[in-house]
């Protein structure tokens, strides 16, 4: 199974889509094919051949190309948002052009019906016929001009049996002014009382429908602001230092191993160690901290930060595709080209959408030349030139897209990266949020507070030693605590042999020839040793909030050691808030119960589950769900994978640099818990953003539709002209974007 990116240029709405979902679907060893609106990009995944997929699109009238590495993704990012630009300018340029070709149109027509004494002089300088051939001749520039893109595209399409919004546009301007034209110069083609003309209703739709195009692609050009400013982090050239001479070079030159000089000022352009020098790093780009962090040899920095002070010189750890920001980019981008389940429902209706009004705007035309009044056959064919043209597909398929992209974006600006779309509407969803302690509620750096010895004859230097040895092996918060100890006490730590390690219980290895093993009190029991003489002195330990070790020499306890660790400063005000939004709070823990009491005493938690291995913490995520619904881990993405991954949902805390944590669906990239929390807020707010955008379009459209059809006649005697429904039609798409886009203004 292959997954390909494509990125598709011709596509004009939502019916769109599910025509290239289908085109991608027919082809031989595509199991799943998906296509996004808003991004112009499609996900495959199968066995087909990127040739066969490019091949079939376009035969269906689509170009497209292959995304096949980061940094073309990167390259072609640039360059859509290049040819973004190009479109608005071309359609500015076309919508003026209009306009100016319309006025007189409409002010020979219009101004004719309003004015009785202007009909009367213009009756008497041009005459009607005149009058009538000078509008034939101004619209007809400004379908042939302009409103060509309309005909080109749509007509080609209908023909085909694939007939989208520019087939509506075309179909409704072409009949509008063909029987204009008709009328015009052979009425008596036309049956008696007839022969009228519209051609100001075919220049202004052109000329309305431009309109909102050029404001929608404006909009559009806002949805993809966070990329682009993610994208703007990162310089196009560096300096690389070889054999003392500096060098400008594109960072595509620039392998791993190369050596950078970066000024003060400067952003570094690659992921790399700093070889010679200090400075301060604005990293607030990544961790959204706002002081800059200080740097000396050995440090890592990472592409987009800023040096601030000083002179540095770096080893390139990772290329351009690969770096920490381009991951950032890349996880953005997946969330953005995704799906949301609510979005099947709106693809079923888009793909019947634009066959249905046509056959809404046949019957129409059929019932008002049966039973309309006189003149039956005008009336018919301008009610049925207002159904063709007020419908509006593209409301519809840019509703849920357009709010994924500008919330995703949001998101990735305040520190949260959903890896997929559709992460937004699970964690809308969720009831309980389970928590991990150590590292997510608490700072994950405790530190060692006390060594009791449970053996005459031991000394606590030499056991101290003797388990920051054994603990060296290990990379886990309780772990560093010993060896932090150890180290600021100058002890000398022996060579350490057979280590192994036992998933949630703890570290065994040998040790000057001596068995050691450290670990939990049930790692104790498992060694078959008796801690139940030390139950009441680890109990008065565990109840104020410190986590009991165990170290055992020779098959015997030799010591108790009591380490602890402080609250995030954000973890009270987290919890607090997830009770205000309504959602159950657990804490899942590996710790000690009384330690884990402890601690979820003091942040007001409703439900704890402690002592529970990797497996049992999936487990609890289970029973949790069971007891209160769709259930949120959040954990710190290094030993939470299982759990992370069995939860609904999964939320990784990370530290700005660890962001590729694959079992999670959110990775917080600040470690402020409070991050949770805004990211539960924005999900709301983008789900709002969405069913109001989807109440809109499809409310627009059932509303509407009956309106243009005429519906309101026999009763009120209103009929809604083809201007007014392309003025409509014009402005749905556009309200839709600039609604999503409200989403960019979201604060914390």
Request: aromatic residues 4%; contains cysteine; glycine residues 8%.
């Amino acid at each position: 199974m292959n997954h390909i990116t494509l990125s598709i240029s011709g596509m004009h709405c939502g019916s769109c889509v599910g025509k290239v979902e289908k085109i991608l679907q027919a082809v031989p060893g595509v199991s799943v094919a998906t296509v996004n609106l808003a991004t112009e990009q499609a996900q495959v995944e199968g066995s087909a051949a990127t040739a066969e997929l490019l091949a079939a699109l376009q035969r269906g009238g689509y170009q497209a190309q292959a995304l096949t590495a980061k940094t073309d993704n990167q390259a072609v990012i640039q360059h859509k948002a290049a040819e973004k630009q190009t479109e608005q300018a071309l359609l500015l340029r076309d919508l003026w052009l209009a306009a100016g070709l319309t006025l007189p149109v409409f002010i020979l027509e219009m101004g004719a019906h309003l004015i009785p004494a202007f009909h009367h002089w213009l009756m008497a300088n041009l005459g009607q016929s005149l009058n009538w051939q000078l509008q034939a001749l101004l619209t007809t520039l400004v379908l042939l001009g302009p409103g060509r893109r309309f005909i080109t595209t749509g007509i080609p399409l209908l023909l085909k049996g694939q007939p989208e919004m520019n087939s509506l546009v075309a179909l409704g301007t072409l009949s509008a002014w063909g029987f204009s034209l008709l009328a015009t110069f052979i009425p008596q083609l036309l049956p008696q009382g007839t022969a009228q003309v519209y051609f100001e209703a075919a220049a202004v739709i052109v000329t309305l429908i431009l309109l909102g195009r050029y404001l929608e692609a404006r909009a559009k050009g806002q949805t993809g602001a966070a990329i682009q400013q993610l994208l703007s982090l990162q310089p196009a050239t560096a300096t690389l230092l070889k054999d003392g001479v500096q060098l400008k070079v594109a960072l595509a030159e620039i392998m791993p191993g190369d050596l950078l000089l970066v000024r003060a000022g400067e952003r570094i352009a690659l992921d790399a160690r700093v070889e010679q020098g200090e400075s301060y790093i604005d990293e607030s780009m990544l961790s959204g901290e706002p002081l800059a962090k200080a740097k000396k040899p050995g440090d890592a920095v990472y592409a987009g930060t800023v040096n601030k002070q000083g002179v540095l010189q770096v080893r390139v750890s990772k290329a351009a595709g690969d770096t920490v920001l381009a991951q950032i980019i890349a996880l953005v981008q997946q969330a953005q080209s995704d799906k949301l389940p609510i979005q099947s429902l709106v693809d079923k209706v888009t793909a019947i959408f634009v066959p249905l009004v046509m056959l809404l705007a046949g019957i129409t035309f059929a019932i008002w030349l049966l039973w309309g009044p006189e003149p039956a056959l005008s009336l018919a064919l301008v009610n049925a030139v207002a159904v063709l043209i007020i419908a509006c597909p593209c409301a519809m398929g840019l509703a849920t897209p357009t709010s994924i992209m500008v919330g995703t974006g949001r998101a990735a600006q305040l520190g949260i990266l959903f890896r997929q779309g559709r992460a937004l509407q699970t964690l809308r969803d969720c009831k309980v949020i389970a928590l991990d302690k150590t590292g997510t509620l608490t700072e994950g750096k405790p530190h060692l507070t006390d060594i009791l010895l449970l053996q005459s004859g031991l000394n606590e230097q030499e056991l101290l030693a003797l388990a920051a040895a054994l603990e060296q092996q290990s990379e886990h918060p309780l772990a560093e605590a010993l060896v932090a100890a150890a180290a600021q006490q100058q002890l000398t730590m022996p060579e350490v042999s057979d280590v192994k390690v036992h998933s949630g219980m703890g570290l065994s290895g040998t040790v000057n020839g001596q068995q050691l093993a450290i670990g939990a009190g049930r790692f104790m029991r498992q060694l078959k040793l008796d801690v139940s003489a030390q139950h009441a002195q680890a109990e008065a330990l565990a109840k104020s909030g410190k986590t009991v070790l165990y170290l055992a020499l020779d098959n015997k306890l030799a010591a108790m050691l009591a380490v602890a660790d402080t609250l995030k400063a954000g973890s009270l005000d987290a919890i607090a808030l997830m009770h205000q939004l309504g959602l159950k709070v657990a804490m899942v823990s590996g710790d000690n119960r009384h330690t884990a009491n402890a601690i979820a005493k003091q942040l007001q938690i409703d439900t704890v589950v402690a002592e529970v291995l990797p497996q049992g913490k999936v487990a609890a995520v289970k029973q949790l769900r069971a007891e209160f619904g769709a259930v949120a881990f959040v954990g710190d993405g290094i030993n939470d994978a299982p759990v992370l991954a069995e939860a609904d949902i999964g939320l990784a805390v990370g530290n700005g640099t660890d962001i590729a944590i694959e079992a999670a669906d959110v990775v917080l990239m600040h470690a402020d818990i409070r991050a949770v929390v805004h990211a539960i807020a924005l999900s709301k707010a983008t789900l709002d953003n969405i069913r109001q955008n989807l109440f809109w379009a499809f409310g627009y459209n059932a509303l509407l539709l009956p309106v243009a059809a005429g519906v309101l006649y026999p009763a009120f005697g209103i009929l809604l002209s083809p201007m007014l429904a392309a003025g409509a039609m014009a402005l749905s798409s556009v309200f839709v974007v600039t609604n999503a886009l409200r989403l960019r203004g979201l604060a914390p």
